[in-house]
């Protein structure tokens, strides 16, 4: 009998994640032969199949399931052995400046934030919270390292030009419900289901993205139109109505409400993008590795609950 190791419990994971061997293959940078002997030898191990195959791609078996829940904690484990390793002889230092959207502060950055103590205690980060606009203004102008920014449909066509960019999350929207709602509790519901909710928005300041009703429906009835996150929040929870949260901020939704997700073949989906100068340093590099690496916590912990 073999062992489970940890290139395979990382390979496991990430077929369960995404469904496919194929799509694991791509991420992790292996070859389809290679992410199928790595799932023979864990299955060898194991004693038991991780996968039940069905259509163009696989579900997880029961002992799948026990391998995948383990499989997060002992990664993590060996994250946290290689970060103090590494601290060791860090020589990472200095101070920088990230900043990002209000929406990637809730959640993602805190944890990149987190992580990047651990692992380089000598890099201060500090942290500025702002409209894509501004932090773009802001980068160009040398006074912010990092710029986390979303992009993608329904969000302005910012001049990207001559900067770096590099996907931290790939977004998506959901819809936070009072916890009492018809659709708390459903993981997806058709975009039909949302016509005639009355909604709460956003009210950001001039360039911020208005966070108002589901991006592909017509003669939407707004009921609030509040700034802060808070607020609109809070006359969800109060049965006021419902309110579009970005993806990367749902881990952080207060009692009393529920999110769901939205299958809208119209709707094309956001990313979360961290953009550099050209030129980062080994510092910024560290801060985009950071925020990458908590994106994919992110991903782990929406696709399993604890």
Known sequence: MGELTVAGL??????????SFTAAARLLGYSQPAISRQVAAMETAAGYPLFVREGRGVRLS????VVVEHAGRILAGVE???QDLAALDDRLAGRLKLGAFPSATAVLVPRALARLRAGHPGLEVALAEGPTPTLLRQLRARRLAVAVIGVGAGLPDYDLAGLEQQIVFTD????????????AGTDVVPVAELAGETWIAGAGAGGDPQFRAWPTLTDAV???????????????????????????????????????????PGWLGRLTVAVTSPDPGAEVVAVVTALHRAGEDIRLRREHPA
């Open 222 to 264: 707004i009921g609030h139109a509040v700034r802060g996150w808070p607020a609109r929040l809070g006359l969800v929870a109060a049965g006021l109505g419902v309110c579009l949260v970005p993806e990367v901020a749902a881990l952080s939704i207060p009692a009393g409400v529920a999110t769901v997700g939205v299958d809208d």
């Open 62 to 65: 029961p002992a799948g399931a």
């Open 80 to 82: 946290t052995l290689q």
């Open 10 to 19: 990382r390979v496991v994971r990430e077929i369960a994640l995404t469904g």
């Open 172 to 183: 998506g929207l959901r819809v936070a419900v009072p916890a009492g709602h018809r659709l």
